[in-house]
């Protein structure tokens, strides 16, 4: 993956397995928050899932775009898109009526010193929407942040284990669940929940702020010593797959990679690649963020991109100065504060 658009082009390009589920699916599909970070690759994953699977169905990417191309570039690649703001009333109303829909609105960076405003768009928001699709089918995107830091040595929270959030963000991601659960319940709406923890490309992730770090010569805290990354083509892919998962009450899945990925391991390995020493500073503690996502393994099979081509991907695209996304994951904070 050497240019932008080749990089594009792997994410979206479709497995066979996702295009045999969208022939299960019948209907157009609505992506609320299509302009955010995973959005413009699932929405371009889509629509060549869509066409390659015929029946018609549109894909309708919906979000504020703000500026830039994007949601010309997104229409130039076969999506309807819809420039809006979905907290405001009228415009949420004014969303064509969709039988499936996937839900990527949420506000986690910069929310420290603005917790009302994050509480506001990831807890009462997505009842908001359910109301308006009540009866749909919908996949709505949440985080692994909502379970407790995990001992390192021990099996990882698996989709059972109890929530117990750290921070007001997690808190209020919890609350989205919670939220979204009542309202499938109470309006019988087929709803999946998605937890995901860290998806990673080549302009962004747990992968890219590591090589950033070494590149500028500054030292790796290994205090949170270990994460979880997927490929973000196999985590669209399962957002969209998942469509046929949803149920009342909803569906809760894990999705990340199978690894639990240390960072001085992978530090090391990309200063390597990228011809630069590796400093560290702090010590790994004995817990940290993970997740078990051996359900959706089961379910949709393993990534088709392995943390080692993660690495070397990563490597040579920082490395020789591509674009990146300037969006840190701020994977390294222990106490939630985003």
Known sequence: ?????????????????????????????????????????????????????????????????????LADDLRAAGATTIVADIADDTALRALPDAPNVVFLVGAKFGTSGREAATWYTNTFLPGRVMQRFRGSRIVALSTGNVYPLAPV???????ETPPEPVGEYAMSCLGRERILEYSAVTSGTPTALIRLNYAVEMRYGVLVDLARSLLAGEPIDLTM???????????NEVVLRAL????VPPTVL??????????RQVATALAARLGVPARFTGQEAENALLSNAGRCHRLFGYP????????????????????????PTGFQRRDGRF
Do not use: C
Request: glycine share 14%; proline share 4%; no cysteine.
């Open 225 to 235: 010593g270990h994460v979880n990354v997927v490929w973000q083509g196999y985590a």
């Open 1 to 69: 993956m050497e240019s932008v658009a080749e990089l594009e082009d792997r994410l979206s390009t479709p497995r066979t397995a996702l295009v045999d589920d969208l022939r299960k699916i019948d209907g157009d599909l609505l992506v609320l928050g299509a302009g955010g970070k995973l959005g413009p690759s699932l929405v371009r994953l889509a629509v060549r899932a869509a066409e390659a699977a015929g029946g018609g169905r549109r894909v309708i990417a919906v979000s504020r775009f703000g500026g830039g191309d």
């Open 254 to 263: 894990n999705v990340t990679g199978p690894e639990q990925v240390s960072i």
């Open 244 to 247: 046929l998962l949803a149920d």
């Open 304 to 327: 088709d991109v392995t943390l080692g081509e993660l690495v070397d991907h990563t490597a040579a695209w920082v490395g020789s100065g591509r674009p990146l996304l300037d969006k």
């Open 153 to 159: 040595t021990a099996a990882a929270p698996a989709e």
